[in-house]
């Protein structure tokens, strides 16, 4: 079978399945591997499936109709990086880890679970815990933007901060943005976010208050995202489909 048919089947598969895939024999690892592969698998897997990333984990949802309960919809398996990685997700496609906080505190990222390589951030501007981190692609050169947004002041302070930094690969360095908006002050980003990347955007909404914003990649900006909320609704996610939100 040629490669560019066997990249285009695999690009279909379970992101589970495709991890066992690697095992499978040296041709499929080396295509599975391969930075031009994880490219064409992000962009088919962000068109084709709806997921939510949540609190640090990413679930899949399947249609409603798939499930034989009747019940929410929700892929039941556990996320795959809670057990294997033991990192969190962050938003698009990223897996991140911290180091001990500290005023020298490191982000360590990689721009997928099949990425095998690693790569380290200068010291954060501002340290702090379970903050939000997602990462916004630039198309025109193959560059990125990692955003840390929130989180809490320390693990025995649990006062949230509202403070914004973007890390951007082609300066290696971080820059310092917009606040979080004012709507989220006080709300502790490490709980109960759902969050997306669409369009060059991140969108953060909170899953019980209805509050949304996002952060433009290109202007580096805030906006506020107003909301239908139907009556008598708990609680509700975010989740992409198709490319829209």
Known sequence: MPDHILEDILALISLTSLVVGTYVCKKWRSIISCPTFLDLYSQIQEHSESFLCVNGFRYKITDANADNNGSRG???????????????????????????????QKLSYKLGILDKQWKETPALIYSRVLPIVGMLKR?????????????????????????????????????????????????????AISTLVCNQKLFIFHIYSGI???????????????????????YNYLALRMGRL
Request: charged share 20%; proline share 4%.
């Open 139 to 191: 198309l025109r050169n193959c560059s990125h933007m990692v955003i840390c947004i929130g989180g809490l002041i320390s693990n025995t302070i649990k006062e949230s901060i509202s403070k914004v930094q973007i890390f951007d690969s082609e300066s290696n360095a971080w820059e310092e943005c917009e606040d979080l908006l004012v709507e989220f002050h006080g709300i502790s980003t490490a709980k």
């Open 74 to 104: 929700e892929d039941p398996a556990e996320p795959v990086v809670s057990t294997i990685w033991r990192h969190y997700w962050g938003t698009g496609w990223l897996i991140f880890d911290l180091s001990e906080q500290s005023a020298l």
């Open 212 to 234: 949304m914003g996002s952060f433009d990649g290109r202007t580096k900006c805030w906006s506020q995202v107003k909301t239908f909320r139907p009556p008598g609704m708990q």
